[in-house]
């Protein structure tokens, strides 16, 4: 079992540029999350899923969207990527409302 | 709403002392609580929970929690902390509602220092 995946680990992005997150579990979870980590802020939940298909906003949606066209993938996307979007960006996963596991994260810089 | 408080940015020790990290929470529901650990460079993992049953719940690295609902509290304790230990402690809030959603504390880093 690979656990929860997250690619790519860093990224360097211009003002502007768009790209997508890629977040895999092989744990057949339903539930899949997208975080954001500042420093003094903690993790703020972005989306989640509670299913395949099924998208939902969590705290700091705004300049983000999802996708959950299979159960084992979760992708958070940036349309046009802004400094502020500068993060570390975790992605977890969880058997409905049991313990939630995260990947290792994707650093992301954008200038 | 719920919300969960780390007072603590940053806890200094030395090694084999004790230590406390402290986290309140917030919520008009029942809940569960969540301390997870972050080292350097990598993601969150699960240290200890409390979903129900008895309030003291230990994790197999020595760490205890207790809940304590009249004080709205879940703080983290270890008698004799290593170098090893040296991470980020993260206390987290779930409804255990139909989404699982986890509300984060800020963090509190722990310093063990030699």
């Known amino acids: 079992n690979a656990g929860v995946t997250q690619t790519p680990k860093f990224r360097v992005l211009k003002t502007g540029q768009s790209m997508t997150l890629l977040c895999a579990q092989d744990?057949?979870?339903?539930?899949m999350y997208w975080y954001r980590q500042d420093p003094g802020m903690g993790l703020r939940l972005i989306h989640y899923s509670v299913g395949e298909g099924t998208t939902a906003k969590g705290e700091v949606p705004d300049g983000y969207n999802v996708s959950r066209l299979k159960k084992q993938n979760f992708l958070l996307g940036l349309e046009s990527a802004a400094p502020s979007q500068t993060s570390v960006y975790f992605c977890a996963s969880s058997w409905l409302q049991e313990t939630q596991y995260f990947g290792p994260g994707t650093r992301l810089l954008v200038l | 709403a719920q919300s969960v408080t780390q007072l603590d940015s940053q806890v200094p020790v030395f090694e084999e002392a004790p230590v406390e990290l402290r986290c309140n929470y917030s919520?008009?529901?029942?809940?569960?609580l969540f301390w997870y650990v972050q080292y350097p460079n990598q993601g969150l993992q699960l240290l200890l929970k409390y979903l129900s049953g008895s309030t003291l719940v230990e994790s197999i690295n020595g760490f205890e929690a207790e809940f304590n609902k009249s004080q709205t509290s879940f703080h983290l304790r270890k008698p004799s902390v290593h170098i090893s230990d040296t991470a980020e402690y993260f206390c987290a809030v779930s409804d255990g509602g139909a989404t699982n959603k986890l509300i984060f504390g800020t963090g509190t880093l722990l310093a063990v220092q030699p």
């Open positions: 919520s008009s529901v029942s809940v569960y």
């Open positions: 744990m057949n979870h339903e539930y």
